[in-house]
């Protein structure tokens, strides 16, 4: 009997191997990772909680900055190249390696969509770990659902107890849902920087008035949209 047959299959066999393993390494190598970093600013310089600050004739101090992102997907000449498997990400200022989100990509992009905020169907969900997770004192009940955005601190204009403000952004059921879709034209880079400027926020805010805002509703409407518009490309 020839050995033939047998050393021919085992070749056949070794360059599908061969060919398997070149393709995975061309593959690999294509992959580059990237950082989507979101950095909090007060005045052109990074957030500093209990740190007092001037904005006009008020003066202020944040104690607490926590928000959601989620959904993020990028594209290229408007196609979608990469939706991220993770749809949630809970941002916490305690947690400075909260704001840094990482990913592969293996296509080229030219612009980046995500959403503030926790979607519908997530809401109605039922409750989560992890990132949902109720502990993280980002979720109101099952009928109002998550917090999509939290600050808070003391403000001199607040007529509150110890000039306390509470924004507290949130909903999901019409006609108050609180979500709000974000996009950017990007230059395609290994990180992508985004500031949230939250002197831009406070400035459009009367905290005489809108110091304690704290369920789904028109005001929260209105200050999500303020919200969304912070988000800048740095």
């Given amino acids: 009997m020839t ?3 047998i050393v021919s299959l085992l070749e056949k066999i070794v360059a ?10 061309s593959n690999l190598m294509g992959q580059k990772q990237v950082t989507i970093r979101f950095n909090p600013t007060m005045q052109g ?12 004739k008020d003066s202020m101090t944040m104690d607490q900055l926590k928000f959601y992102i989620s959904n993020i997907e990028l594209y290229n000449n408007g196609k979608q ?3 991220f498997q993770q749809k949630e990400f809970f941002m916490d200022y305690d947690h400075p390696e909260s704001f840094e989100i990482f990913n592969t ?5 030219d612009s980046i969509r995500f959403n503030l905020g926790i979607d519908s169907l997530t809401s109605v969900s039922g409750v989560f770990g992890g990132d949902l997770d109720p502990l993280n004192g980002m979720y109101w009940t099952w009928q109002s659902g998550y917090i999509n955005f939290k600050l808070e601190g003391q403000s001199k204009q607040c007529p509150s107890r110890n000039n306390r403000f509470n924004l507290h952004l949130g909903g999901y059921m019409s006609p108050n849902n609180a979500l709000r879709e974000i996009g950017f034209k990007v230059t395609e880079s290994e990180v992508i920087q985004i500031d949230l400027s939250i002197d831009n926020l406070l400035e459009q805010i009367d ?3 809108d110091y304690n805002v704290m369920s789904p509703g028109e005001k929260t409407m209105t200050i999500s949209n303020i919200v969304a518009q912070i988000f800048l490309l740095k």
């Fill in 207 to 209: 905290l005489k008035e």
């Fill in 45 to 56: 310089n990074k957030l500093i909680l209990d740190q007092t600050y001037v904005l006009g």
């Fill in 3 to 5: 050995l033939r047959p």
């Fill in 105 to 109: 990509i293996d296509q080229s992009f």
């Fill in 16 to 25: 599908m191997f061969a060919i398997t393993f070149l393709l995975f390494t």
């Fill in 81 to 83: 190249v990469k939706a």
